[in-house]
């Protein structure tokens, strides 16, 4: 399901992004970051929709965001790595890569949508022409979406002490070595963010 979904948007970032990234001369080129559970160049997702786009723009350079030195590594490292450690060593890859010189466009799926917006932000070096987001969650999640099993009773209680615990400094220095919760955002504590 999510593979069609991710193809689908795919397609239609193709067609919009044509405007902008099929020129006469050599196209802009591209930055893709995958979500969690993902890595950068999985044949069955994110490198099948390089291959898409690549079809579709010829000619056109694409890289694919690997924090880690392989598949493996990359996976894991969009779990447990610290959010603020991998947007560093995008901007690190980003500057290296010559072909980025003078800008590119990027799109993040889910959480890789998050992490380039925060390169742009904190990377001087990413010449960042234009960022597309796909099901980027910008705003954080709220309590435990899609509570698994049918017991409400407990996911309420799950959410309650999410509430309770997820702003207190001592939870929120344990989440910036995990990315897991870092998108948690409770609209009743917004002012502490």
Known sequence: MVLVIMKAAARLLVLLGCLVLCRADAPTPLVMWHGMGDSCCNPLSLGNIAKLIQSQVPGIYIHSIEIGNNIIEDTLNGFFKNVNDQIDMACKIVAADTNLTNGFHAIGFSQGGQFLRA???????????????????????????????????????????????????????????????????????????
């Open 119 to 193: 390169l742009v932000q904190k990377c001087p070096q990413a010449k960042v022409l234009n960022l597309i987001s796909v099901g980027g969650q910008h705003q954080g999640v709220f309590g435990f979406p899609r509570c698994p099993g049918g017991n409400e009773t407990i996911c309420e209680i799950v959410r309650r002490l999410l509430n309770l615990g997820a702003y207190q400094s001592v939870i929120q220095d344990l989440y910036a070595c995990f990315i897991i919760p870092s998108p948690l955002h409770s609209p009743l504590h917004s002012f502490l963010l």
